[in-house]
């Protein structure tokens, strides 16, 4: 019994310490991206060709969106002017979808 032990901890000991095969990736080709600033020079990204960038406003700050041709993809990013210390996350959130909701229905 011992036997078997030594072996199955010798086992798990060279498969937990076995170098990893690593997968190299390819550098990313810059040409196939273009610097973007925001129409108030708040913000500058690099985006993919083609993809178009927006801003939306909150009462507590602004949102940096990019989306591609057909609206599949998109990343955002909201950056907070002034946070209120007594509001929770939780709070904000509602609040923040609230405005958000009220924009898309006018």
Known sequence: M???GFILLVALLVCAFS???SVAQARPAFSDYEYHVTD?????LYKPKGWKVGTQRYPNGKMV?????RDN???????LEAVDPN????VFAGATLKTSAGRCLT
């Open 2 to 4: 011992c036997r078997k």
């Open 65 to 69: 969106y990019v989306t591609d041709q």
């Open 40 to 44: 108030d020079g708040m913000f500058g």
């Open 19 to 21: 170098p990893e095969k």
């Open 73 to 79: 993809s998109y990343v955002s990013l909201l950056l």
């Open 87 to 90: 509001v929770d996350s939780v």
